[in-house]
């Protein structure tokens, strides 16, 4: 199977998406330290909720922290992947996957908690749960990717 040189894998997707979640918690990050302004959410003040509720925490740490560090940490590994020297090397998908599949699972206990316990709804938090679940399709997509050697001609690889 022959690709277009210009086509994109999913460590780009995974790149670019992780840098917008990356955006988006450290906004509520920074939010729930006071130093922006209002939270910009839905009227019922989902977000408040959630942020300030036990399931805004975990072991002490800010849950938007935990996941502006995941998401720098996806970003930083899917573009060194995207390299032309590490684009079919499958250590940087491991990566990948030891970073997404356990924040998959800790997306569900926030979402449980959000959902269930507190009954509420944050569009942002929702905006992360949909990337990190996005991004473990994406990695099992780059795993087949890898696994069928894929490569760009420019590095003089084989398809």
Known sequence: MTRDDSALTP?????????????VATYLHLWKLGLTGPLVCTANHGC??????????????????????GYTLVFLTAMVGVQPRW??????????????????????????????????????????AVTITLHGVLVWRDWKRTERGETREENGERR
């Open 87 to 128: 684009i079919q090397d499958r250590r940087v998908t491991t990566v990948l996957a030891l970073l997404v599949y356990p924040a998959i699972l800790f997306t569900l206990r926030l979402k449980y908690g959000e959902f269930i316990v507190l009954k509420t709804f944050c569009p942002w938090c929702a905006v992360s």
């Open 11 to 23: 460590r780009h997707w995974i790149a670019l998406t992780a840098l917008i979640s990356g955006v």
């Open 48 to 69: 408040e909720i959630a942020q300030f509720s036990s399931y805004g925490w975990f072991l002490g740490v800010d849950v938007a922290l935990i996941g502006a560090v």
